[in-house]
């Protein structure tokens, strides 16, 4: 799958969630166009947001986050990937003009469906899906390392996650990861499927986090 | 991997924040993958634990550390000087790399360690120790690291004697350990007693008789002792080969290994740390290249069975 870099797509106003008062006073053709940016504008403003998105908007959803932390934002970053390699990732990144050496990929799937881990500056590589202990250490070192709150955390997605873990371990998981985001003053996003998740563990979800986005169709 | 960016460029580490975080985290996840699987029964365990009548004993004032970073961490005030605790695990979980790393930090910090193997030879240990960059020649040379092979047949000499003691029939008193002359260690370090228990074939009331003659001989010693232990196969009812251990030691840290479908990670806990505050929890715990990493406010995401 490759980030789609020029379209935005459209987003139907009643769906989302934040910052519906500034999308009302605009020009409608510069609403319809400027309202999935201004809803991404909702992370910066926030410490912990949840995105989810429809499968047919994911990608443009994607491509939209990385184009508001890294590209208009300068912000230096994890992306935890659970679904694709780290190789396919910085790919998608490079063609959106982002600088790879700001960006650390947390790949949860390569090693454990055997795919080349070797040679990504990058990347780091986690045993399995499974390695939410793992990935939370990973994680606190990286964002210690930095020392800095100007930096974000994206782990996409909890959807993936939900196939190789329990519910409830992959709720402890976000519960504690988003407190530690908190805690740490960064930026963190936790991404999903809108409509793969149920209506309790969405609402669970969105509990933890101080902002939601959804992006429907 | 000690390289902090990007050897194809001239930046600095500054300029490559993705290069900095890598190598942490690469240093924290580098470990080696290890089997076995607990179960909620611990929580059963643990209530049994805490209510054996111990007998109260006075313990030496002040508070001993092990070194290890993060485990000092769970155990707040230390373990209580002349103390003795049991560290449990099934195999693998990690017990004899604790107690070497603990024999490492305590000696290079001046202490006088004595690690009496019961299993290994001292060779064997010595290299597992240089394999996690533990470089143990001059500690060994100076007089703060004793590394001693203990032989069945030494313990068997005791347990006769004990045994024979108890008949009448023998008058002296034979320590069930016999210790270097002129070693005061500051540390002990017993592994195991499940090696020891194993010489004693069908005997499990004399083996009882010697471990208590055994931890009364450690009370009179001025060291703080680690004695590990290996747990049996999961569900976990006792962490000591006949559950008098448990009732005798004035503390007991326990290490896990949890299967999570095809994973294994690695946890500790201070189950029991009598005369002591510490922290009730389990925890992280990474068995890496440079030995263990405990995380004390890292939870494991398991689910119990």
Known sequence: MVFDVLSIGDVKGDVWQSGGIRQSLMPAELQKNDSKHSKFDSILDSKTT???????????????????????????????????????????????????????????????????????????????????????????????????????????????????????????????????????????????????????????????????????? | MSALFNPETTESPADNPAARMRTAVERALSDSERTKQISSQREIIKSVVSSIKRPQRKLKSGYVKTGIVGLDELLVDGIPKGASVLVAGNAGAGKTILALQLAYESARAGEKVLYLTFEESEQKLIRQMNTFGWQTDDLIDNGFLQIKRVLPADVKRSVDAIAAKSRGELLIDVPPLFLPANFNADKLIVDSLTAIASTFVDTEEVFKTYIEQLFMFLERLPSTNLLITETAMIPVKAYSPTKTEELLADGIIVLYNMKKGNIRESAIEVLDMHGSEHKKRIVAMKITGHGIDVYPDQEVFWEVN
Request: net charge negative.
């Open chain 1, 50 to 217: 949840l995105l989810l998105a429809s499968s047919e908007n994911y990608n443009k959803s994607m491509a939209d986050l990385f184009r508001i932390l890294m590209r208009d934002n300068n912000l230096p970053g994890i992306y935890v990937t659970v679904s694709r390699s780290c190789k396919d990732v910085s790919a998608d990144i490079s063609t959106l003009g982002i600088p790879s050496n700001k960006l650390l990929v947390m790949d949860m799937i390569s090693e454990s469906t055997g795919t080349s881990t070797s040679g990504n500056m990058a990347c780091t590589y986690l045993h399995s899906p499974q390695s939410l202990t793992d990935l939370s250490i990973a994680i606190t070192e990286a964002v210690t390392a930095m020392d800095t709150t100007e930096m974000f955390v994206v782990i996409d997605s909890l959807s993936t996650l939900l196939l190789y873990n329990p519910p409830s371990i992959v709720m402890q998981f976000a519960n504690f990861i988003t407190n530690k985001m908190r805690s740490w003053g960064i930026k963190g996003v936790l991404v999903g499927l809108s409509k793969e998740m149920d209506e309790k563990t969405t609402a669970m979800l969105k509990q933890f986090v101080d902002n939601t986005i959804i992006i429907d169709e």
